[in-house]
């Protein structure tokens, strides 16, 4: 018994950074939205595109190789070195990109958004964004290493930090949107000079040439990834904000916030089988096909009931969340819970694993160029819903070519009852979708709501996911 209670408690550290790093911010929305507009949400969502794509860049796909490398690395020594060695080259990067960013500032607005917006909201925007992929590589350092307390605390205090600091600066310093990034950047810098002032009297500061040289070598080919990716996920906020307004670009944004908790809990459940996954392929590639299939199934069941409840009740939480000028944004929050919840296929690292990059790239290039050719006319014509779907139907079909290439070079045994079950989930979503358009009465959706999810829970019965089978995998998982 009491091991089962040590396996629970070491689940839900992995759980509770989730709770702090995303709910928290959507739990505060009540207070934000009624102290920053669609606008100001727009504007910073539009800053955060070219942030977003310099810090990317600068990073040159080398945390996903980390990832990777962490497990060929023999001893704890050699990762810690593997670690600050790649902190080192990103911050030197990350430096570069942002003065030169900062000294060209008003020629970059006005080329990429044609528009004023509001001092320093650039300066801290990469401030934040710079920092806390700084960040990731302490998270995965520290997943992966077992430690799942230091992962929990720093999840934890950094969210506690950046949210209420940002609060204190929007509610009481009435500073808008700028105060809002300064408070998240404020939170991130402090947690990142915490671990420099750690590393430095434990003397763990450490430089490799030759480590830095080999995980460049396997991660330029995914450059190309890094920059088609940023492209393709900030893409349709772009677009919105060239062709419909900065208005839309607040709403969808807020949608999409809310949609992405489904996307970020599947991260978390991440944290948990990544490790397990990795090992399984480097101590026994020849059952990796079986045993990875057993390993994810019940994590797919997990993940795909928690975008199932988001996307069931999300009318009423952006009800209950945010002010009116936001409703607009339930069809938003439907129609990317379906596309995030399918990317549980593609989050398994299955090409990277035999080490093809160059076909990574080569599909986030092709994923893009398909976005780009279904948003444009979309947007044009459907404004955020259009947005939405464009997003929706390229990811869709971009995902499925990539698990294509992804079992084809390192097959994953799927349960056949995971396709149908998933097929009633998007069922269920687009059904949703309809009665929201077609403006049926809030007492009819809310009956149809509860019979969506009484057949959803009888099926995962039928299936055998809701097993106390499956609970026990998903925390034995969390322990090995």
């Given at each position: 018994?009491?091991?089962?209670?040590?396996?629970?408690n070491?689940?839900?550290?992995?759980?509770?950074?989730?709770?702090?790093?995303?709910?928290?911010?959507?739990?505060?929305?009540p207070?934000?939205?009624?102290?920053l507009?669609?606008?100001?949400?727009?504007?910073l969502a539009l800053?955060t595109?070219?942030?977003?794509?310099?810090?990317?860049?600068?990073?040159?796909?080398?945390?996903?190789?980390?990832?990777?490398?962490?497990?060929?690395?023999k001893?704890?020594?050699?990762?810690?070195?593997?670690?600050?060695?790649?902190?080192?080259i990103?911050?030197?990067?990350?430096?570069?990109?942002?003065?030169?960013?900062?000294?060209f500032?008003?020629?970059?607005?006005?080329?990429?958004?044609?528009?004023?917006?509001?001092?320093?909201?650039?300066?801290?925007?990469?401030?934040?964004?710079?920092?806390?992929?700084?960040?990731?590589?302490?998270?995965?350092?520290?997943?992966?290493s077992?430690?799942?307390?230091?992962?929990?605390?720093l999840a934890?205090?950094?969210?506690i930090?950046?949210?209420?600091i940002s609060?204190?600066?929007?509610?009481?310093y009435?500073?808008g949107?700028?105060?809002?990034?300064?408070?998240?950047?404020?939170g991130?810098?402090?947690?990142?000079?915490y671990?420099?002032?750690?590393?430095?009297?434990?003397?763990?500061?450490?430089?490799n040439f030759?480590k830095?040289?080999?995980?460049?070598?396997?991660?330029?080919?995914l450059?190309?990834?890094?920059?088609?990716?940023?492209?393709?996920?900030?893409?349709?906020?772009?677009?919105?904000?060239?062709?419909?307004?900065?208005?839309?670009?607040?709403?969808?944004?807020?949608?999409?916030?809310?949609?992405?908790?489904?996307?970020v809990?599947?991260?978390?459940?991440?944290?948990?089988?990544?490790p397990?996954?990795?090992?399984v392929?480097?101590?026994?590639k020849?059952?990796?096909?079986?045993?990875?299939g057993?390993?994810l199934?019940?994590?797919?069941?997990?993940?795909?009931?928690?975008?199932?409840l988001?996307?069931?009740?999300?009318?009423e939480?952006?009800y209950?969340?945010t002010?009116?000028?936001?409703?607009?944004s339930?069809?938003?929050v439907?129609?990317?819970?379906?596309l995030?919840?399918?990317?549980?296929?593609g989050k398994?690292?299955?090409?990277?694993?035999?080490k093809?990059?160059?076909?990574?790239?080569?599909l986030s290039?092709?994923t893009?160029?398909?976005n780009?050719?279904l948003?444009i006319?979309?947007?044009?014509?459907y404004?955020i819903?259009?947005?939405?779907?464009?997003?929706?139907?390229?990811?869709i079909?971009s995902?499925?070519?990539?698990?294509?290439f992804a079992?084809?070079?390192l097959?994953?045994?799927?349960?056949?009852?995971?396709?149908?079950f998933h097929?009633?989930?998007?069922?269920?979503?687009?059904?949703?979708?309809v009665?929201?358009?077609?403006?049926?009465?809030?007492?009819?959706r809310?009956?149809s709501?509860?019979l969506?999810?009484?057949s959803?829970?009888?099926?995962?019965?039928?299936?055998?996911?809701?097993?106390?089978?499956?609970?026990?995998?998903?925390?034995?998982?969390?322990?090995?």
């Amino acid at each position: 018994m009491l091991n089962i209670k040590q396996q629970l408690n070491t689940f839900l550290l992995y759980l509770l950074p989730f709770l702090m790093r995303s709910v928290l911010p959507i739990l505060t929305l009540p207070v934000f939205t009624r102290f920053l507009t669609p606008n100001d949400y727009g504007v910073l969502a539009l800053v955060t595109i070219y942030v977003t794509l310099i810090v990317g860049l600068s990073n040159l796909g080398m945390i996903v190789i980390f990832e990777r490398n962490y497990f060929e690395e023999k001893t704890i020594i050699e990762r810690i070195q593997l670690m600050w060695s790649l902190i080192s080259i990103v911050s030197i990067l990350l430096l570069a990109f942002t003065i030169f960013s900062l000294i060209f500032e008003d020629t970059i607005i006005e080329f990429l958004f044609n528009r004023n917006l509001p001092s320093r909201l650039l300066l801290f925007t990469f401030l934040h964004l710079g920092v806390k992929s700084l960040l990731q590589y302490f998270y995965m350092f520290y997943r992966n290493s077992e430690t799942p307390k230091k992962f929990t605390t720093l999840a934890i205090i950094e969210s506690i930090l950046s949210t209420s600091i940002s609060l204190i600066l929007v509610v009481f310093y009435e500073q808008g949107i700028v105060g809002f990034i300064k408070g998240q950047s404020i939170g991130v810098c402090l947690v990142f000079a915490y671990l420099l002032i750690v590393a430095f009297f434990k003397r763990e500061f450490s430089f490799n040439f030759f480590k830095i040289k080999s995980t460049i070598k396997l991660s330029a080919p995914l450059t190309p990834r890094i920059l088609f990716g940023v492209i393709n996920s900030q893409f349709d906020r772009y677009m919105l904000g060239g062709l419909n307004t900065v208005n839309g670009v607040g709403i969808y944004d807020i949608g999409q916030k809310i949609a992405n908790l489904g996307f970020v809990f599947m991260t978390t459940l991440q944290q948990i089988f990544a490790p397990r996954l990795y090992a399984v392929y480097f101590e026994d590639k020849e059952n990796f096909r079986i045993e990875s299939g057993k390993l994810l199934a019940p994590f797919y069941f997990l993940s795909t009931f928690f975008c199932f409840l988001l996307g069931l009740f999300s009318e009423e939480a952006i009800y209950l969340l945010t002010t009116p000028e936001f409703n607009d944004s339930t069809p938003i929050v439907l129609i990317l819970t379906m596309l995030y919840a399918s990317y549980f296929f593609g989050k398994q690292p299955q090409l990277l694993l035999v080490k093809k990059t160059a076909l990574i790239s080569f599909l986030s290039i092709f994923t893009v160029g398909l976005n780009v050719l279904l948003n444009i006319p979309l947007i044009h014509f459907y404004g955020i819903y259009g947005a939405a779907w464009g997003t929706f139907v390229s990811g869709i079909i971009s995902a499925g070519i990539a698990f294509f290439f992804a079992q084809k070079h390192l097959p994953i045994q799927y349960k056949k009852e995971t396709i149908t079950f998933h097929l009633i989930f998007l069922v269920g979503m687009f059904t949703l979708i309809v009665m929201w358009f077609l403006k049926i009465q809030y007492s009819i959706r809310l009956v149809s709501k509860a019979l969506i999810l009484v057949s959803f829970l009888v099926t995962g019965n039928l299936y055998g996911y809701m097993t106390l089978h499956y609970f026990r995998a998903i925390i034995n998982s969390s322990k090995n």
